[in-house]
């Protein structure tokens, strides 16, 4: 079974351009999670879809968003971007059908702000 | 609402000897607590979990926790370090109930001195 995959692995952007990352998310599962990694504020939640739907979403601005499809994979967008977005962007699928599950996280996206 | 604390940004030990990593949680109701480690340049591969049942969990690669309510702890062990064990390692909480949202803790950078 092929594990998360993210698209792309590294990004270099400039300050005010937008961006968007791309998860597939393991065959079968439903929900996908963001997050997004910093040496200053580690691992922090960004948002869960689950059937094309938003079901839970962090701390972060509007200019950061996503959506899911209907074969579950997930893209996540930020537009305008800050030096401060520099961050390791991970991906995490479940089956999404109960608590506790393990999720599964992708390689992650790095991207550089400019 | 949910929190964890990484006691030690930093552990070092020798090759061959006992590793332990300190975690404690605070949840207002019955958490689900993971444990993951990340290696350079990947994503975040699990090493083990508690839900509900028997308090002592086993993991992949030799690790074990012990979940303990009473002193809201998740310390990960293993009887004897290797050298492959060096990365960074998480504590996360999840609810039971709800979207699959994981907080994690700030980390733990493992070093082995051989």
């Excluded at chain 1, 950061?64 to 991906?91: H, I, K, P, W």
């Excluded at chain 2, 404690?24 to 509900?52: A, D, E, I, R």
């Excluded at chain 2, 049942?53 to 309510?69: D, M, Q, S, Y």
């Excluded at chain 2, 009887?79 to 504590?91: G, I, K, Q, T, V």
């Amino acid at each position: 079974k092929a594990g998360v995959t993210q698209t792309p692995r590294y990004l270099i952007k400039t300050r005010g351009q937008q961006v968007t990352l791309s998860c597939s998310p393991i065959s079968g599962h439903r929900s996908v999670s963001w997050y997004q990694q910093t040496p200053g504020q580690g691992l922090q939640f960004l948002f869960e879809y689950f059937s094309e739907t938003q079901r839970n979403k962090g701390n972060f601005p509007g200019r950061f968003s996503g959506r899911q499809f209907s074969n579950s994979r997930s893209e996540m967008n930020v537009s305008t971007l800050e030096l401060g977005d520099s961050a390791l962007y991970l991906c995490a699928s479940t089956s999404g059908l109960a608590g506790g599950l393990e999720q599964f996280f992708g390689p992650g996206t790095r991207l550089t702000v400019l | 609402a949910q929190s964890v604390t990484q006691l030690g940004s930093h552990v070092s030990v020798s090759e061959g000897a006992l590793v332990l990593l300190r975690c404690n949680y605070s949840s207002s109701v019955p958490p689900y607590l993971f444990w993951y480690v990340q290696y350079p340049n990947q994503g975040l591969q699990l090493l083990l979990k508690y839900t509900t049942g028997a308090t002592l969990v086993k993991g992949i690669n030799g690790f074990e926790a012990e979940f303990k309510k009473s002193e809201t702890s998740f310390h990960l062990t293993k009887p004897s370090a290797h050298m492959s064990d060096a990365a960074e390692y998480f504590c996360a909480v999840s609810i039971i109930q709800g979207a699959q949202k994981l907080v994690f803790g700030q980390g733990t950078r493992l070093t082995i001195n051989p």
